[in-house]
């Protein structure tokens, strides 16, 4: 069964699709926040998927210990879940560059590295990652060079980078690296067009790309992936 590792799960929505997709998948859901765990739990069950998905009450990064969550508040005293991050100190407002608060809310989070994970784990082979980081993304990607580089799994990543300069010292460019200096094809969907790519598109603060290793290409589904690695 395909093994599949969802990066900053949330509520599990993008789990759920992967279940569609592939039903015998085996999914490890990683999500830090204790209040969006819980309901993480209870979507998982509302669904019927917890038999194929394994939730994990951790963030991760490039080595294990613990980090704190900051979720920022919005100026309507709501909380922004969507927008919290790993940080190492409490920060001060405004808490991203791409955001404005009214301060947040900081929590302690246990942090592992998908190496260390799937070890622990006794995970021979992953087959896909789904990665939504907040700007996390060099650290989380940098805690998983053994699992890429033994099995060149397929990644959904979403690049963040106003977030990695100003809050993780990287850059996009080097999140790129990564894959692009590995032989990985790079990916982005624009509006109803998949298109290769090689570099991230400077006028959204984020953005989902797709990166497939055509040492993989033989194992993709039947459809446009894998008819444009055939190309």
């Known amino acids: 069964a395909p093994v599949c590792l969802h990066v900053g799960a949330s509520d599990g929505r993008h789990s759920y699709v ?3 997709v592939a039903p015998k998948a085996q999914i490890h859901a990683f999500e830090p926040s204790a209040f969006t765990f819980e309901v993480l739990k ?9 038999g194929n998905v394994t939730p994990v009450n951790a963030a991760v990064a490039d080595a294990p ?11 309507s005293g709501r909380m922004a879940r969507g ?13 991203r560059p791409d955001f404005e608060d009214k301060g947040a809310q900081v929590e302690p989070t246990a942090v592992t590295t998908l190496d260390q994970y799937c070890e622990a784990q006794g995970l021979s082979r992953v087959d896909f ?3 939504d980081v907040e700007g996390a993304e ?7 060079e053994h699992i890429i580089e033994r099995d060149r799994p397929h990644v959904l990543i979403e690049i963040h980078p106003l977030m990695l300069e100003g ?4 850059s996009a460019q080097a999140v790129l690296e990564v894959f692009l200096s590995r032989g990985y094809r790079m990916f ?27 040492d993989r290409a033989a194992d993709l589904p039947d459809g446009v992936f894998k008819a444009r690695m055939a190309a």
Not at 42 to 50: N, Y
Not at 188 to 214: G, I, M, Q, T
């Open 65 to 75: 210990g613990e980090l704190l969550l900051v979720t920022p508040i919005k100026m």
């Open 138 to 144: 060099l650290k989380a990607l940098k805690g998983a």
């Open 42 to 50: 209870v979507c998982l069950a509302w669904h019927r998927i917890s």
């Open 129 to 131: 990652i789904r990665m």
């Open 188 to 214: 982005a969907l624009n509006a109803d067009r998949l298109e290769e790519c090689s570099d991230v598109d400077v006028e959204a603060p984020w953005k989902d790309y797709f990166f497939v290793h055509p």
């Open 18 to 20: 992967m279940t569609q």
């Open 83 to 95: 927008y919290a991050y790993l940080a190492a100190e409490r920060p001060q407002s405004p808490v």
């Open 167 to 170: 809050r993780f010292s990287g």
